[in-house]
């Protein structure tokens, strides 16, 4: 019997542009990020789909606030902060689902671009190729087989969520 699993993928809201005495890492989300995560918040509650029950959230700050905005969605979902997420490429999000107990049918990961997209692309690359993933957004994957094994084409972009 093949299982479904759902794959969110959600991009941190937009950071804050000042950077001249923060690294990176440290930058917070803007008052612009911080609104439009507010609007992720409601467009993905009124989405038709099971919360997630496992978060895998990068740990920095913008990540990590963009958390703090969303769970109250979600607030029975194990929550891991990884440092590993920051700024991962493709592989890095592959590892990640892999280490991912199969007991959790439905697991989000807020990161960063460029990954997320290139990772949603790679999962869904005949129905989402062409689609970005903006700051504050959100793919949502439907995946058939394997838990958290994942290969190019393994899912089918379900929804996006793009402010």
């Not at 093949?2 to 542009?17: E, F, S």
């Not at 467009?43 to 913008?62: F, G, H, V, Y």
């Not at 949603?120 to 504050?136: E, Q, R």
Request: neutral net charge; contains cysteine; proline residues 7%.
């Amino acid at each position: 019997m093949c299982m479904t699993y759902t794959l969110y993928l959600v991009r941190h809201g937009q950071g804050a542009n000042d950077t001249t005495r923060l690294y990176d890492f440290q930058r917070p989300l803007s008052h612009k990020g911080i609104y439009k995560t507010g609007e992720l918040k409601r467009k993905l509650a009124d989405l038709p789909l099971d919360p997630p029950e496992c978060i895998l959230c990068s740990s920095a700050l913008r990540a990590q606030q963009t958390y703090q905005l969303l769970a109250p969605l979600y607030p029975n979902a194990d929550v891991f902060i990884k440092d590993s997420l920051y700024l991962a490429p493709v592989e890095r999000l592959k590892e990640a689902l892999e280490n991912i107990d199969p007991i959790f049918k439905r697991v989000m990961i807020i990161g960063h671009n460029k990954g997320l997209e290139e990772f949603m692309h790679y999962l869904s690359p005949t129905n989402g190729p062409d689609i970005p993933l903006k700051t504050a957004s959100c793919g949502v994957l439907s995946i058939t087989g394997r838990p958290w094994l994942l290969a190019r084409g393994d899912g089918q972009l379900e929804h996006v969520v793009n402010l």
